[in-house]
T-cell receptor, first 118, second 115 residues
Framework: AQTVTQSQPEMSVQEAETVTLSCTYD???????LFWYKQPPSRQMILVIR??????QNATENRFSVNFQKAAKSFSLKISDSQLGDAAMYFC???????????????FGTGTLLAVQP | SAVISQKPSRDICQRGTSLTIQCQVD?????MFWYRQQPGQSLTLIAT?????????ESGFVIDKFPISRPNLTFSTLTVSNMSPEDSSIYLC????????????FGEGSRLTVL
């Protein structure tokens, strides 16, 4: 069974600085997706960034980028120029892309609570 | 991305009662997923609902406790039956995002507190 581990329950960053959130996962599959979701106090889960396992290039979305190390099964999120609005719980998630497709479930890590200090 | 609306947004319920959560999507979707997020915890999949067939439940979740309806391609309900304080959670509905991306989009969630 696949697992997702986030070893940092809480992180803090100064406004305008850069922070990296860690995520490791375990799988025997070769075809999968990895995601970072943000959950602010409003509770809605917001997709931040997505990575396809077959792509070597790290995904980037504006101030958000990932460091995807497939062999090490590591998928960290870097937030540059941190803003107060980035304060939230961040969840790393895994989803198989293999047969079963749309029925494959999204497996979440335990989350990292990010505080942004003004 | 799809717009997903959930009702109620929050509710306070008495032990032993049941509550039905509604999930409305602004476009037709094949699969809908119901997740539970217990206080301070991560999200756990309850079941997958496909229109026109019985929902598929994850280990630890049963239909008698969490009956799901999926009457059409834009709507689903999740009922939390015979509630106990342990059912106090956020319940989230989600649907597939863009094709072939693996993405899921989520509703705002329904926060239930059981006294």
């Amino acid at each position: 069974a696949q697992t997702v581990t986030q070893s940092q329950p809480e992180m803090s960053v100064q406004e305008a600085e850069t922070v990296t959130l860690s995520c490791t996962y375990d799988t025997s599959e070769s075809d999968y997706y990895l995601f970072w979701y943000k959950q602010p106090p409003s509770r809605q889960m917001i997709l931040v960034i997505r990575q396809e396992a077959y792509k070597q290039q790290n995904a980037t979305e504006n101030r958000f980028s990932v460091n995807f190390q497939k062999a090490a099964k590591s998928f960290s999120l870097k937030i540059s120029d941190s803003q107060l609005g980035d304060a939230a719980m961040y969840f790393c998630a895994y989803r198989s892309a293999e047969l079963g497709g749309a029925t494959n479930k999204l497996i979440f890590g335990t989350g990292t609570l990010l505080a942004v200090q003004p | 991305s799809a717009v997903i609306s959930q009702k109620p947004s929050r509710d306070i319920c008495q032990r032993g009662t049941s509550l039905t959560i509604q999930c409305q999507v602004d476009s037709q979707v094949t699969m809908m997923f119901w997740y539970r997020q217990q206080p301070g915890q991560s999200l756990t999949l309850i079941a997958t609902a496909n229109q026109g067939s019985e929902a598929t439940y994850e280990s630890g979740f049963v239909i008698d406790k969490f009956p799901i309806s999926r009457p059409n391609l834009t709507f689903s309900t999740l009922t939390v039956s015979n509630m106990s304080p342990e059912d106090s959670s956020i319940y989230l509905c989600s649907v597939e995002g863009r094709p072939n991306t693996g993405e899921l989009f989520f509703g705002e969630g329904s926060r239930l507190t059981v006294l």
